[in-house]
């Protein structure tokens, strides 16, 4: 019962943060900007760090069931 919100969880972040880093991948691939009106350095960069972050906290909740 208590693995529930942690299966969730995991599920939930691995799929917003493989859907991120796809999303700014293919946007780099294509020479778009991942934030208009931002440096495109800097907004792929957070972009990518905020992607990674969210796997790891998935792969860390994915550790806790």
Request: proline share 5%; aromatic share 10%; hydrophobic share 55%.
């Amino acid at each position: 019962m208590e693995s529930g919100p942690a299966i969730f969880a995991g599920v939930v972040f691995a799929l917003f943060g493989g859907a991120l880093l796809v999303w700014t991948a293919t946007r780099l691939r294509h020479g778009e900007p991942v934030a208009h009106g931002v440096n495109p350095v800097a907004s792929a960069t957070l972009a990518g760090l905020a992607s990674v972050i969210a796997l790891a906290l998935g792969t860390w909740c994915f550790t806790r069931v």
